[in-house]
C-alpha cells in the first residue's frame, strides 16, 4: 500500500514558500490521491494542509478551494462521520453557488452528495430536498448517469418515509436512464436495481424484487472485488427477501457474509454495517440461538446509534426485539430497561 509520503516523493512539488498561489491545489490533488490509496490518514493531513493554505491566502472561496472541501468532506465520509461531512458539503455548496450560480452542474454534484449524508443521518426531508433540487437541475441537460443517480437517491428517500409509488417511479426512471447512457451490463445500474428490489420487496412482490437483486448482485460480482462494500449491500438485501420467505438457513449465510464484509471495509459507524447486524440478529431470534442474536442485536444497536443518533425512530422496533431475546434468556431487568428506552424515544417523537 502506497502512503502520502511515498505519494509526495513521485510528485514534484514546487520549490516555493507557503504563499504560493498553486501550492493549495496541488496539496489538495495530493490529498485526493491518497485517500485513492486508501491512506486515509496521510489524506486528512495533506487535505488540512491545503485547507489552511486556501484559508491563508484568502482563497478558500474559490472553485479549487471548493474541491478541497468536498474531498474533506470525503474524508470524514469513510470515517462515518457525517455531522462534519455534512458541514463541509454545506460550506462546499454555499461556495460553487456564489461561483457558478444555482444551477450549475457542479452545484447538483454538491447537492447529490450532500443528500446522501442527510440520508445516512436519517435526515429523510433534507435528503428528499437535495436530491429533488439535483434533479431539477440536472433535468435541464442531456439525460447522465449523474441525473439517474440522484433520481435513485430521490426515489431510495421517499422509499423511507413510505411513499412506495412515487420512490418506483423515480427509481425505474434512474435505471431506464442508466440502462440506456451506459448499457443494461454496465455494472452503474446495479444501485438501482438493487433499490428497486428492496422496495418491491418490502411490497411482498417478491418474485420480481428476488429478480431485481439477483441481477444486482451479478453485475457487481462481475465488477468489484469479492469483499467490495456494494456486494455486502446486495447480499444484504438477498438475505431480508429470504428472511421474508422464511428461508432462514440461507438468510442467516447471506447476511453472515454481508456482515463480514461491511465491518471489514466500513467504519462501525456507518448505518449500513448496523443494519446488516440488526438483519442478521433477526435471523438468529428467529431461529432461536439466543446467544448470537443477543450479541449481534447489541452490536448493531451501537452502530446504528452511533450512525443515525440514540434517539432516532428507527431505533425502538430493533431495541424490542433485543429485549424479547433478553426475556427467552431470563434477563428481565435488561429486557425492561430496554423498553423503557425505546418508549423514551417514541413518547419524544410523538411529541415532537
Known amino acids: 500500500m502506497f502512503s502520502a509520503a511515498a505519494l509526495m516523493g513521485q510528485i514534484a512539488v514546487p520549490q516555493s514558500d507557503d504563499h504560493d498561489p ?11 490521491f491518497a485517500q485513492q ?3 486515509l490518514p496521510g489524506a486528512e493531513k495533506l487535505a488540512r494542509h491545503g485547507l489552511a493554505l486556501f484559508a491563508r491566502s484568502d482563497s478558500l472561496e474559490t472553485a479549487d478551494g471548493a474541491a478541497c472541501l468536498t474531498s474533506y468532506a470525503g474524508l470524514f465520509e469513510a470515517k462515518g462521520l457525517e455531522p ?4 463541509q458539503l454545506e460550506n462546499a455548496l454555499a461556495v460553487r453557488e456564489r461561483l457558478f450560480g444555482p444551477n450549475h452542474f457542479l452545484v447538483a454534484d454538491t447537492l447529490i452528495r450532500l443528500g446522501l449524508t442527510h440520508s445516512r443521518q436519517g435526515h429523510l426531508q433534507e435528503a428528499e430536498q437535495a436530491q429533488a433540487r439535483a434533479v431539477e437541475i440536472l433535468r435541464a441537460q442531456l439525460p447522465t448517469p449523474e441525473l439517474a443517480a440522484a433520481l435513485n437517491n430521490l426515489g431510495n428517500v421517499m422509499a423511507a418515509q413510505g411513499r412506495s409509488k412515487e ?3 423515480r427509481i425505474r426512471e434512474a435505471i431506464s436512464i442508466w440502462e440506456r447512457v451506459r448499457g443494461p451490463e454496465d455494472p452503474s445500474v446495479a444501485p438501482g436495481l438493487l433499490n428497486l428490489g428492496i422496495l418491491l420487496q418490502a411490497r411482498k412482490e417478491y418474485d420480481e424484487a428476488g429478480r431485481l437483486i439477483a441481477r444486482a448482485l451479478k453485475l457487481d460480482e462481475k465488477s468489484l472485488p469479492a469483499d467490495h462494500p456494494r456486494i455486502g449491500m446486495d447480499l444484504n438485501a438477498a438475505g431480508v427477501l429470504a428472511m421474508a420467505r422464511k428461508n432462514y438457513r440461507e438468510a442467516e449465510t447471506m447476511l453472515a457474509r454481508a456482515a463480514m464484509i461491511l465491518e471489514a471495509s466500513e467504519s462501525p459507524l456507518h448505518a449500513e454495517v448496523g443494519q446488516v447486524l440488526l438483519n442478521l440478529a433477526e435471523v438468529y431470534r428467529l431461529q432461536k ?3 448470537q442474536a443477543r450479541d449481534t442485536f447489541e452490536r448493531g444497536l451501537g452502530a446504528a446509534a452511533l450512525a443515525w443518533g440514540p434517539s432516532d425512530p428507527r431505533l425502538p422496533d430493533w431495541m424490542e426485539r433485543l429485549a424479547a431475546t433478553l426475556r427467552q434468556q431470563e434477563d428481565y431487568a435488561g429486557a425492561e430497561e430496554l423498553e423503557i428506552r425505546a418508549t423514551r424515544i417514541r413518547v419524544l417523537h410523538t411529541i415532537r
Not at 491545489?25 to 490529498?31: H, K, P, S
Not at 462534519?84 to 458541514?87: F, I, L, P, V
Request: with cysteine; hydrophobic share 40%; proline share 4%.
Open 22 to 32: 498553486d501550492l493549495p491545489r496541488l496539496v489538495c490533488r495530493m490529498a485526493m
Open 37 to 39: 490509496l486508501a491512506d
Open 84 to 87: 462534519e461531512a455534512q458541514r
Open 167 to 169: 420512490a418506483e417511479g
Open 289 to 291: 440461538k439466543t446467544d
